[in-house]
């Protein structure tokens, strides 16, 4: 599967990245979109291409355009919008039908319509980023913490309960 995604419309799918923004962390943000999809990588089991692009510069003074990061590729529109590249990268694919694009924006959605990409928004990928890193059944706010007792421990309970049963009869 080859995602195209439209960086700043997925970060503010997920809440911790979203708070980020608001507070100004740009910098904290994108590795934390990088880290959540490196996740998606690692836990899904089919050939995964990921080509992320944003808004602006990575950070301040940093003339990066493109970057090979956690095995996929970033891009950093600078002047232009990061729409503007994610549709030129579209349109220069040698199949853009075996693309599946990333974005809320309509004019995006719109345009990998007419070029036959498949298409996601990115409250839908959101939902389907949890799915892939907590499969159905795999919640951590689910699990129940597992405490262990050591032999002296077990002992001192065995005796409480043992002696209350004989105390009963």
Known sequence: MILVIDAFNAIYKFP???ELMYRGELERAIRG?????????KHWKKELNLYVFFDGK????????QVRENNM????????SADYLIMEFIKNY??????????????????ARRHKCQRQTAEEFAVWVQSV???????????????TMDADELAYWQ?????RKKSKD
């Not at 853009?96 to 995006?108: E, F, M, N, R, V």
């Open 16 to 18: 911790e990245l979203e």
């Open 33 to 41: 979109l990088v880290g959540l999809l490196a996740r998606v990588r």
């Open 58 to 65: 990575r950070k301040q003074g940093d003339e990066t355009r």
């Open 73 to 80: 590729e970033l891009y950093f529109s600078h002047d232009l």
């Open 94 to 111: 040698r199949t853009p039908a075996d693309l599946k694009i990333i974005s809320s924006d309509k004019q995006i959605q719109d345009f």
């Open 133 to 147: 890193i907590h499969p159905a059944g795999d919640d951590p706010g689910e699990k129940e913490e597992v405490s």
């Open 159 to 163: 005796s409480m309960f043992t002696r």
